[in-house]
Structures are given as C-alpha cells and as structure tokens.
C-alpha cells in the first residue's frame, strides 16, 4: 500500500503529537499511583527522570522516563515519553522502507511495560509512536523545497503476557483492543491482531509470548489525520483494557510455588525483547538513552534447563491454552 506524504511539517503538528503523548503518559502513571494506594500503606509513586541530548551528538532530543519500583501491585512499571531525531534512520526502521536507507528522522511516542508482584496479574506492554523521515525531518519541522515534507507513519498496540491464564481477561482485553479499533474501520481490528500473533512470537522457543493483542507499525493508510486519531486510539483504550484485570487478580492468593513460576516465565518476556523486539534494537541501534530504552526488563526473572510443567496444572494450561493463537472474541 502506497505510504501518503502527510502534512507533518508545521511546528503546531509537532505540538500537538507531543502535548497528546505527554498527557498520555501522565495520565497512565496516575492511574497506577491510584492503584498502588497510600504510600504510607506500601504503595509506590513514580520517579520522573528527564533527560536531554544535545545537538552535537548522533541522537538528539529529549523526554521524561517515569519509572516505579517496589510496589505494592507493581514491582517495576516503566512508561517513557521521547522526543528524539537524528541523521539517518537505523536499520531497524528501514527493512520494510529501503527507499529511506540513510533518511534524517524525527521519531516521538510513548512506551510502556508494567510487572505486576502478584503472578496472577499479568504484564503489559503498550506503545503507540509516529516517526517522520525525509527532508524536512530531524527535528527541524521544516519542508522540502516541494513544499511535501517528511514521509509519516505511525506504529504501536498493546498485548498482554499472563502467567496464569484466565478466559474473562483475555476476551476483556481484546474486546478493549477491538473496540478502540471499530470506528477506523472493520477490518483493522483482524489484522492488527494476526499482527500482534506474528509479531510477539519467540521464534528460538517456538512460542507466543501471551494471549496477543494488537500490533501495528508502518501505518498511514487512513492519512495523517486520520491515522493519528486511531493511534490516539489505540492510546486512549489502554487503561480500560488492563486495569480492570488489575483489580480482579492483585489480591489472588499465592506462594513460592507460583511465584518461581512467574519469574521462570519473566525469562521468556527478557528474550524476546533483547533478540526479537524492534523498538529495542531502533533505540539501541539509533544511539538512544540505555537506560529508557531498558525500562521495560523486570526487575528479577529466572531460567530453568528443559523445565515441563505437571500435566494437568496451571501451569501447563498457560502453554496449552493461553500461548496460542486463538479468536479470543
């Protein structure tokens, strides 16, 4: 499908992408300091890192890394906002876009990853992202002498990695996902989930890495508008998809037994993001901020050699039911 050249290249556009991102970040990091409670009763608040990197360097930019530790619900959430541009694209972004090998970029969004203390709440992952490349990006907001601008696409989703599965969150989540998708169309939805599938599978272990969600990336079919708003969506929807799950599972019962098997399967969400994961390799291959680029590891996760589950027990069932491609609606 042919990408359109959208009218990215005014500096309120710019504004108004980032001033969405932000609010979004504050927003979520709220939300969860709402969950965690009174910090006089174990509940953790959020650390708000800002960072700069000054023209001069490979990467230039800046935005904020909020990150939680030791909490009540959330041993370590990590939601970043960045802001950031340099004079070639990596090769990450590029595989699908030869044509803009060596492009200046400008690349804004915010991502997040929540690891949960309890192990009957599951991670999440969310991100949603717009890149420009071309003339008239790398941070400068300027057009090309044709008037055209930068080449825009948009990129993001959620999906979620329970340890022990649950039918009623996993149908929750994907109708949220759905839902946020309707109003751009019937299709969307389908194939942003295949997306999800294909896309968070550890192809090393032959294994999905959760129940999925939606993916997508490279996307300006709809025009810039119009592509922004899903993706504004898709932001939106994120707090009402998870949350709930959140409430429903925090005060489940547990022990050492389902706590080693949370962090055993920790291991797989470390492996993929490390080897398989593309916004990791973009941040790291573009010289980005380590440190932000990492927030999504959790803070402890373990590795055991050939471990089989019990036939017949939760455990097993994650594998046998909940890492598989299925129609959760």
Not at 10 to 32: C, K, N, P
Not at 114 to 122: A, E
Not at 230 to 256: C, K, N, W
Request: net charge negative; with cysteine; glycine share 12%.
């Amino acid at each position: 499908m042919t990408t359109q050249k959208p009218t990215f290249n005014t500096a309120d556009t710019v504004a108004r992408v980032r001033g969405y991102l932000e609010g979004l970040q504050a927003r979520i990091t709220s939300a969860l300091e709402d969950i965690e409670g009174p910090q006089s009763q174990g509940g953790a608040r959020f650390r708000s890192d800002a960072w700069r990197r000054e023209s001069g360097s490979a990467l230039q930019g800046d935005g904020i890394t909020r990150i939680l530790e030791g909490g009540r619900v959330f041993e370590r959430a990590g939601c970043g906002f960045s802001h950031v541009s340099g004079p070639r694209l990596p090769p990450s972004a590029t595989q699908h876009r030869p044509e803009l090998a060596g492009a200046p970029f400008e690349a804004m969004g915010v991502s997040l990853v929540f690891h949960p203390r309890n192990p009957y709440v599951p991670t999440v992952h969310m991100n949603v992202r717009m890149i420009a490349a071309g003339t008239g990006a790398a941070g400068t907001g300027a057009a090309d002498q044709a008037g055209q601008g930068p080449i825009c696409w948009f990129g993001g989703g959620m999906d979620l990695t329970p340890y022990y599965g649950f039918d009623e969150d996993a149908v929750h989540f994907h109708r949220a996902c759905r839902d946020a998708l309707a109003p751009f169309g019937e299709g969307l939805y389908p194939r942003f989930k295949t997306w999800c599938d294909e896309y968070f599978y550890l192809k090393h272990r032959n294994e999905q890495r959760g129940v999925g969600g939606i993916f997508f990336d490279d996307f300006a079919e709809l025009g810039f508008e119009q592509s922004l708003a899903m993706t504004q969506s898709v932001g939106d929807a994120f707090l009402g998809a998870y949350l709930p799950i959140v409430q429903r599972r925090m005060h489940m019962d547990h022990g050492e037994h389902e706590r080693e098997f949370q962090l055993y399967r920790r291991g797989r969400y470390v492996e993929f993001n490390l080897v398989w994961d593309r916004g990791t390799h973009f941040g790291l291959q573009s010289g980005g901020r380590t440190e932000s680029i990492l927030l999504s590891m959790p803070p402890l996760a373990a590795w055991s050699y050939q471990r089989e589950p019990q036939p017949g027990s939760p455990e097993a069932l994650l594998t046998e039911r909940f890492l598989q491609r299925r129609d959760w609606i």
